[in-house]
């Protein structure tokens, strides 16, 4: 029995996975097979992906892409200003180790610790008025990545998903390369109620890119025993189809083997970062101790936009997050990831994927500008810095201002249900028209908030 | 949280914020400016104009409204933040959801002025107004705020209607459950009611059921919906023997009563208590004692508890009377029910925590009891349901009231009070008695280790050298002897208590055996609280040496210390040791005088030493020497036995006391009504609601009168009440759904406006009011219905009836239905032949606070999905769910699950082909399947029958010589063809 996958695709009470076809509009815009959940963009699409640089743990906007000189000046004083409540920091001002320097033809500020991004400082649209809820990791977390600090509720990769589908017919439209298994894990990149297609399939985890394969792509025999019991298996399916007189639920389930079949067939392909030539593996760092497990993720990242991927996250894992230690740990953090980044950028330029990919660069919240302990920063949702490239915004760019210590969003604020409205508004999604009816309820990303920030797009 | 309905009801009686502080601005331009007023704006001198005048507003206070607020706060804007009108007087002076905004003539009393001030909420969100500006409104305040606009303001929209609770009882589900019989006295072939019920409704839709599936399939069907695992060879045989309705009623009692129905219905409701083993989130914390409250529901569903007492217990157990121990502790376990939900324990917030924690009670009480949504009353009115945000609060008020988190695990992050449960006075007797041996035997350890390092130490001192103690020293001013460390030399120590600093000294004369270089060594007990800079003088041949000791740490731990060699001419020396300056206890023992060259030996029988005193003869060495050996060797031997008897007291430790993770009552002073939370903002109160339950339930105002706990054990009644009129129906509504594969009520979880309508209302109100009077026991409704015709009826597709009707709402076929995850898991291992059908229970025990550390370290080995138990007793770890279970649809602990998703994801496949433990289970059952025969014939007939219970039919056999061919006589060959049946479709279905 052979059904189209339009037809399948009609057939109601299944999904089709978190490996998923559903989806649709490919790369080159076309569309094939079913309707993702928003089928006529509700505003033009400047970007067709995403590309989530998580800088789990809050790297410190004063140390990179905001520049204080009054910081600077009154290093060791107080701070005029009450510290928010619920932090551990002393109110001492501490100003950063890092030089700052306006780069590239824009004047673009960006500091020493990031000398390759600071090269592509020309692509970068820098917005400096960030905030958003949650003093502890947990809560920030859960607001980056799924809009609620408390609540369970879908990722922003799982809404893109079930917003667009996958560009590719045998890929999934949601990866999370190397995500932390720490501050909700799962919940992170996962579909809460959203159909459970929509969850991220995951490569790698805590920051270690892994084998960088879908898990269970391959099983415990060989490649051409498997081709047999995938044969033997569709055999069964068609048999107990026959049985049943028809049966959608069956009818699925046989197309979920099919899927299943192509694509182990079709992902080793993806995932092969040897097809790479050595020249743009040594750009991204691969091969050298510090660079190698986040530039394998950027490379792969790279590959999975181009074939149709929609929404791709990059962990550095749990690493940003110093309490002490500022000048080593951001230091080692950034000599981790600074370069893979650049190179993706001049990569995706090079394939001409720069322009409708949206890289997102930054962490869950930024850092305090006073000390804690001796020589580190504190958590501090209050104000940071969050990096945007590529699809549609504007480049060489800064939006919105710190106070003068660059402690909290004073200037154009930003919110990080305002970025998530923005970049679904990039996609070609309007953030309060993609909802889902669960427990009564139309749930949004973006919850009630949100605004989509017009100035940053180009 | 606020939540998001596109078809919101502006103007509905919104009780919202002036100001909400979570509202990001919107800076969108308006497209009018002052200018749209322009006929009303006096164009004279505005310095000119007094704050009481026209002028005044018009020029220094309604443009700066129009800029600055109208965007959020005027009947043109998109959502009416705070429900505040500012674009009218009127608006102005009714306010919003705090009150009125401008009270004229008072300025601290203005809400509008404090929230320009960034006193309260800061208005506008996007900069504070300059000095001047919020001084001129001060002034027009001052002078009465006076306000030449007329209009209408939109507040009164909202603010008449609230919700008409009259009607809103009119709908179905809120009506009285009432009992309608039948229009037609029964079912054709005679008998049963839920038939009739049926076949009225089908007559009605023109269709007529299917007819009775294969007595294979029924069976099949029967045993995996009653117990979760396959009909084991023994019933299958029977029941093929003799298909007959009494074998069906024979059979069906007997899986009731097995072991395998209790497992298999907790599970069922432990999707609905969102069941884990862990908190999930932020904080992985370990859930050690959430296995009691699985282990009370599988005793509680194999005993057939009547459900109303298990409400009861679930939402008040700890509130409860208890005719014994065994009652009360099932009373506390049960109420784990309201503990379970994920949180977000490192929240900082606290407050905001009490309440995100009421609200996931709140929310999980409503679905799980009464399909209602209530969460979304939270924070306004219900959108559909005759919710008003007030009965949230009545309820929320008694969960607030009610302590679910307590303390904290580390700093900022909540935890739980462990509650204990009550025990035999044996058995807290015996653990009581049990640590005590413990404590003494560990003290005993203690003070025998203690005992071998001194006597070793005395062994080192005495076989080398010679060792003045302080017990020989000459004490100037007054020294503290001790034995409180237990390192020294002798019979104990001395110390200066760390004060008389400069006053006391102490001195050792030593007579050394012949002059030459020694290496001065001091005993004593290091330690943080000893001083760093202790004097010391020796008299060497170079005159008195001053070396300062640092008694902190000792160089030769544990307890000497090497000053360095000196030479000495003169064998009549002495060490003293002083406190001047000193910064800590100062501690004096021994001194010990090595000679250099004997110290680089380790064969000391040649040394010419001998202790001060004696007269240094070999004989006498020898003996200490041997007598000290021997002391070395007793005390040794002590500390072994004592050692050997900690382990044998560790290994026959009784169980240690019981503890449940339950919730209790707050203490008297923190009970109390709940504000109702503007816009569900911990900050933004509104008025006290009394606690109580729904309104729209019943009649009356459904308060509770005077409580003195909490209200937990009135709403537990209030619930179980026989005339509530959702419980009941939602219970049976979840039973049939599993039966049947499909509610009466489709949205089993939600029985509200939102919610689907019931295909068959008379037979869920018959069925729910049999239920009641039954007692409110699952098993006689379970064996009601799997009795009924309707239940036994063919799956099988029929293009007519689909065309009358598609989705089989009238039940025409037997719905086809997805096994569980778990009854997947439970079949392989038992077609492997290896399923431990123990009950295991807490098999969490071992992991320490954080079942995972947030420092990105892993814990990949908690699910143990290989075990060979019933899924039902795997460990729910939150955020390391087995990726095979998760694949195949197990309910996700973070969410309240009332029907579980069937999904045909291609990774659901995968994982059927290629995980290993299914490979592993494949293999086990395909060697059974190959031994079981020697022929084709023997071997498929196995294969069909351990996998499927079913024979194969001619079809069948095609495929398997297919695939076979020449390998019928291969183990792997037939461990293959197993391990796709296990992949295939049939394996997994119901049909």
Known sequence: ?458 | MPCFSPFGRRGKSHRLALANLRQPWLVVLLSFGPQSFGPQVVTGDAVAATPDSVDFFETKIRPVLVKHCYECHSGDSEGISGSLWLDSAEGMRTGGDSGPAVEPGDIDGSLLIAAIRYESTEMPPDGRLPDSVIRDFEQWVAAGAVDPRGGTSATPRGEADGIDMESGREFWAFRPIRESPPEIASSPSGGHAIDAYLESARRRAGVSAIGPADPATRLRRLSFDLTGLPPNDAVQSRWLADPSPATWRRIVDEMLASPGFAEHWARHWMDVARYADSNGSDFNATFHDAWRYRDYLIRSFASDRPWDAMIRQQIAGDLLPAEDDHERRDNLVATTFLMLGTKMLSERNKDQLRMDVVDEQVDTVGRAFMGLTLGCARCHDHKFDPIPTEDYYALAGIFRSTRTLHGESQKYVSTWDRTPLPVEPERAAAVERHEAELNSTREAIKSAEGAVERAKSERDAKLAGVVADDDAAEQEGEWTSSTYSKSFIGDGYLHDNNGSKGKISLRYSVTLPEPGEYEVRLSHSPGANRASNVPVTIATADGETRVTWDQREATEPPMWTSLGSFRFDDPDTFVVIRNDDTDGYVIADAVQFVPAESKESNDSSKETVSDVGEDGSDETAESRRAEVARSIERAEEKLKGLRSELKRLEADAPPPLPQAMAVADRPTPEIGDSPVHIRGEIRNLGDNVPRGFLRVCGEGDATIGDSEGSGRIELAEWLTDPDHPLVARVLVNRVWMHLLGEGIVRTVDNFGYQGERPSHPELLDAMAIRFVRGGWRLKPLVREIVLSEAYQLSSRFDPAAAEADPENRSFWRMNRKRLPAESIRDAMVSAAGGLDRRPQFDRMRGFGTLVSGNSGGDRADVNDVGAPCRSVYLPVVRGYLPPMMVALDMADPDLLVGRRPTTNVPGQALVLVNSPDINRWAEAAGSRVFDASDSFEGRLRKAYRLVLQRSPDAMDRRIAKGFLGDRVDSPDAWREFVAAMFAGTEFRWLD
């Open chain 1, 1 to 458: 029995m052979q059904i189209s996958r339009r037809e399948f695709a009609a057939a109601g009470g299944m999904t089709l996975g978190s490996l998923s076809v559903t989806g649709f509009a490919s790369p080159s815009g076309g569309t094939s097979g079913s309707s993702p959940a928003v089928t006529e963009p509700h505003v033009v699409p400047r970007a067709k992906r995403v590309i989530f640089l998580f800088m789990h743990g809050g790297p410190s906007q004063v140390d990179t892409f905001d520049p204080k000189p009054e910081l600077d000046r009154r290093d060791g004083e107080p701070l005029p200003f009450d510290l928010p409540p619920n932090i551990d920091a002393k109110p001492t001002l501490m100003k950063s180790p890092w030089r700052f320097e306006r780069r590239g033809d824009s004047g673009l500020w960006v500091s020493d610790l990031l000398p390759e991004m600071a090269g592509e400082a020309d692509s970068l649209c820098v917005i400096r008025s960030m905030h958003t809820r949650g003093q502890s990791h947990g809560q920030a977390v859960g607001m980056v990545n799924t809009g609620s600090d408390n609540l369970v509720r879908p990722s922003i990769g799982a809404w893109i998903s079930y917003a667009l589908g996958s560009g590719h017919p045998d890929l999934p439209a949601h990866v999370a390369i190397s995500p932390a298994t720490a501050h909700g894990g799962p919940r992170n990149y996962g579909a809460a109620f959203l159909p459970a297609m929509h969850q991220a399939t995951v490569i790698g985890r805590n920051g270690k890119f892994g084998d960088g394969k879908i898990p269970y792509l391959d099983g415990p025999h060989e490649p051409t025993d498997a081709d047999r019991r995938f044969e033997l298996v569709r055999q069964l399916n068609r048999r107990h189809l026959e049985r049943s007189g028809g049966d959608r639920g069956i009818e699925g389930a046989i197309q979920a083997v099919d899927l299943a079949a192509r694509m182990r067939h079709a992902a080793p392909e993806v995932f092969d970062l040897g097809r790479e030539s050595e020249a743009t593996r040594r750009d991204y760092g691969i091969g050298e101790k510090r660079t190698d497990s986040y530039g394998r993720g950027c490379l792969l990242a790279r590959r999975l936009a181009e074939a149709g991927v929609r929404f791709i996250s990059v962990s550095s894992g749990q690493v940003w997050d110093q309490h002490g230690n500022l000048r080593s740990g951001h230091q080692k953090n950034a000599d981790a990831t600074d370069r893979p980044i650049a190179a993706l950028i001049r990569d995706l330029k090079r394939r001409g994927l720069w322009d409708d990919t949206l890289l997102v660069w930054g962490g869950e919240f930024g850092r305090t500008p006073v000390v804690q302990g001796s020589n580190g920063r504190d958590h501090n949702p209050q104000g940071f810095t969050m990096v945007l490239s590529g699809g549609g915004v504007k480049a060489g760019f800064a939006y919105g201002e710190t106070d003068e210590f660059g402690y909290h969003a004073r200037v154009d604020r930003v919110h990080m249900h305002d970025l998530h409205a923005t970049m679904l508004h990039l996609l070609g999604v309007d953030h309060k028209r993609l909802t889902y009816r669960y427990a009564g309820r139309d749930f949004r990303l973006t919850d009630v908030y949100g605004r989509v920030v017009d100035e940053v797009i180009a």
